[in-house]
């Protein structure tokens, strides 16, 4: 029995030192959890086993470039600049221009809009050229915890989580940059990411977390 249990501390030490992440990691928690410090292995742990799994589309920039109901766009009319406006898209997706009245912006494109514009001015001005430009974006990400202006920072480009971090200021001195999480709402369901960007500071190569629209960016406070 004795021998066993020596294969097995050895198998998990190996584990631990291994090359790969997850394994590392997961052989680790079991170490400290059964007969190390299990008192101080046992949250670490039950937060990185409940955590999601990151999808391996988070590595990959996807900006959707559409506009949605907050953001703020200028409207400049080159025939006629009196009827130039700043307007924020309203709850049901629409502005309000001069002549047209309520038109839909949300879910469209900004080259798209405004050729849209473009043509529904045609009957009403001589020069129906528009421009249209955006002014201030509604989507944005949460940054908390050991940050240290944590707050809400504007996704106004494509953004990683550590970037994100950085636009809050930067880890604290007691943050723990090995747990940093990232709550986000998709398809109806609350997913949670642990990501260790301890690796990435130290100056190994890592794969990169991009941020979307309204997650939540959480650092925890270090426990050493």
Not at 29 to 48: F, Y
Not at 110 to 136: N, R
Not at 194 to 202: H, S
Request: glycine fraction near 10%; charged fraction near 15%.
């Amino acid at each position: 029995m004795a021998n066993g249990m020596g294969k097995w501390m050895k198998r998990l030490v190996s584990l631990a030192i291994s090359t790969a992440v997850w394994r590392r990691r997961l052989a680790t928690c079991m170490l400290l959890g059964s007969v190390l410090i299990p008192s101080v292995a046992g949250v670490g742990c039950r937060e990185m086993m409940s955590a999601n799994a990151v999808p391996t589309e988070a590595s990959v920039s996807k900006p959707s470039g559409n506009l949605a109901p907050g953001d703020v766009i200028n409207v400049i009319f080159s025939g006629a600049p009196e009827l130039s406006t700043k307007q924020k898209i309203q709850p049901n997706g629409k502005v309000s221009l001069p002549t047209l009245g309520d038109v839909s912006a949300a879910g469209k494109t900004i080259g798209g809009l405004q050729q849209q514009l473009s043509t529904l001015y045609q009957p009403h001005l001589q020069d129906s050229t528009v421009v249209v430009s955006l002014s201030g974006t509604a989507a944005g990400v949460y940054v908390s915890g050991e940050v240290l202006r944590p707050g809400k920072i504007p996704l106004e480009r494509p953004m990683t989580a550590l970037e994100a971090v950085m636009e809050a200021g930067g880890f604290t001195k007691l943050a723990n940059p090995k747990q940093v999480f990232i709550l986000r709402n998709q398809e109806g369901k609350s997913r949670r990411y642990v990501l260790d960007m301890n690796e990435t500071l130290g100056g190994s190569e890592s794969i990169p977390f991009y941020v979307r629209a309204f997650d939540v960016v959480y650092v925890k406070q270090s426990i050493w």
